[in-house]
């Protein structure tokens, strides 16, 4: 048997590596990445951005302390983000942690830098209350000044702070014109896409008929929901801007869907004749889809009225997407009255590729059309499947320079609406608007970011034997887990007790 004093011995020496290797992780910083889409990692775009900075960035992260579990890991992945920008800018990027709740002056201070209080949930002796917390950062460059209100974990983390330090550093913003004139939707009607689009250009409304306008002053024009026709000058003056190798990105509709009068009617500005000219067909008719969105209906039972969720098939929700820098980790979009894209022969020089698809289990409704919020929805109403609603078209489009165009086919996906009517619209919805005007306009390559972090995993997008399997893997593991160590330790004791029966055991 050992002896005592080598026991010590190895005791002294696990502890003495422990020591010496805190002492080394306190000196020289360094974590390893095992997550799937590498999310704990700087991408390429940061590092450009960190590598070219002329000025000291400071970034003052106000973030509470004394937090539950979850928001002390942010803090800390937080600080260890801040480390590692400080690394890859060779120290231009500075920080400090200051603690709100610390004093009254310091939150003053705090929410004077534009940084407000979450409710957060604590749990304390079996009851739940509700504790106020700071979980933001601002960051300085120069006499430039960027908030970020609330840090959220993983990539978004990296990409808050990235456009935050790109957006100071950036000296002339590419100009992103959004088309009006045709009945578009209005720039007030679609507050997310611009807040987003801000960061990193100049957005500003451009109407084809202005004299005074000079298209090629823009990086990439937008068009998004036009219901008035386009004359043959502008058509003209679309196709001089892609003879030029610019871009072009179009949300349209080719059906209207009409909730309060249950019609659905085509729509014809002339668009969609253009866009057969460059081999894209954006057909005439309503797509249903079993995976799809609900509607609120009024019900009536007895003497009662109540509302209720229905699913509505006209309301397509995607989730099948291309592995394409602009659907790239998008999970879920819902599409109002979408139609089928289809891709019409051409010569060469032109590329089609379709980005995002329906579910297996779709169909199509040509207009006109009565909808019958009641219907009771048939295997055999969805008999297709992968309909593009989503496609980039790019090469020669028009004139001998390459250039590029985004085509959706639902108008309505990026709107938050106005006034009464405003909304805010799904994450994703937001996601691809922004990829594909991203995409098309800047080269930083920022757009991974946004959707590097995979947000859900829906398990109920799963087929029925994946979920079998694990509910029951669930369920069995852990028991299994439990008795493959129960009979490990009996081995290992009965292999102990024969070898303890041995005459020449010491």
């Known amino acids: 048997m050992k002896s005592s004093k080598s026991v ?8 003495g590596v422990i020591i010496f290797v805190n002492l080394l992780g306190d000196r020289f910083f360094l974590r390893l990445d095992f997550t799937a889409d590498k999310r704990y990692t700087l991408s390429e775009p940061t590092k450009n951005i960190l590598e070219t900075l002329k000025k000291p960035v400071t970034v003052t992260a106000y973030i509470s ?5 979850q928001f002390a890991q942010l803090r800390r ?8 920008y400080s690394n890859r800018s060779k120290g231009k990027v500075m920080f400090e942690f200051i603690n709100p709740n610390k004093d009254d002056a310091t939150e003053q201070k705090t929410m004077q830098e534009g ?32 908030v970020i209100p609330l840090i959220q974990s993983g990539s978004a983390m990296e990409y808050s702070l990235s456009t935050s330090i ?3 550093t ?12 045709h009945g578009e939707t209005s720039l007030n009607s679609l507050a997310q896409v611009m807040q987003s689009l801000l960061v990193l250009y100049d957005v500003e409304p451009v109407k084809l008929d202005e004299v005074s306008i000079n298209l090629m002053n823009y990086k990439t024009l937008v068009i998004i929901s036009p219901r008035d026709s386009f004359p043959p000058a502008h058509l003209g003056k679309l196709d001089e801007f892609l003879a030029a190798g610019k871009s072009i990105c179009i949300a349209m509709n080719r059906v209207n869907g009409d909730l309060q009068t249950v019609s659905g009617t085509e729509i014809k500005t002339g668009l969609e004749k253009w866009l057969e000219t460059k081999g894209v067909r954006v057909n005439p008719n309503f797509i249903v889809d079993q995976n799809c969105g609900t509607v609120m209906v ?6 009662m009225s109540f509302q209720s969720n229905m699913r509505f098939p006209y309301l397509p929700v995607i989730t099948k997407f291309a592995d394409h820098p ?21 010569g060469g020089g032109i590329t089609l590729t379709s980005l995002a698809t329906t579910s297996d289990k779709s169909g199509t409704e040509n207009p006109p059309l009565t909808f019958n919020i009641n219907r009771n929805w048939q295997q055999q109403d969805f008999p297709r499947s992968g309909l593009i609603v989503g496609a980039l078209a790019s090469g020669r489009l028009s004139g001998n320079m390459n250039s590029r165009m985004i085509i959706i086919s639902d108008g309505d996906f990026p709107a938050n609406g106005e006034g009464q009517q405003a909304r805010q619209i799904q994450p994703d919805n937001l996601n691809l608007m922004v990829n594909s005007i991203d995409w098309l306009s800047d080269d930083t390559g920022l757009i991974d970011l946004r959707t590097k972090e995979v947000t859900s995993r829906p398990i109920d997008q799963m087929d029925d034997a994946k979920k079998v399997m694990l509910k029951y893997l669930n369920f069995l593991l852990p028991i299994l887990l439990i008795i493959g160590i129960g009979i490990g330790r009996y081995q290992s004791r009965r292999n102990l007790r024969i070898r303890r029966m041995n005459e020449n055991y010491i």
Do not use: C, W
Request: proline share 4%; glycine share 6%; no cysteine.
């Open 326 to 346: 602009v659907t790239k980790g998008l999970t879920s979009v819902l599409l109002q009255f979408a139609s089928s894209i289809d891709f019409l022969p051409q």
């Open 298 to 303: 009024n019900q009536q039972q007895g003497y």
């Open 65 to 69: 302390e004394e937090l539950p579990q």
């Open 115 to 146: 940084i407000s209080p979450v409710l957060i949930n604590v749990r304390e002796k079996d009851q739940v209350k509700q504790q106020k917390a700071y979980l933001g950062a601002v960051v300085h460059y120069g006499d430039q000044k960027e």
């Open 8 to 15: 010590y011995t190895y005791i002294l020496l696990i502890v």
């Open 77 to 84: 992945d937080f600080r260890e983000e801040l480390i590692e």
């Open 170 to 181: 950036v000296e002339n913003k590419p100009k992103v014109g959004i088309l009006q004139g």
């Open 166 to 168: 790109k957006k100071m």
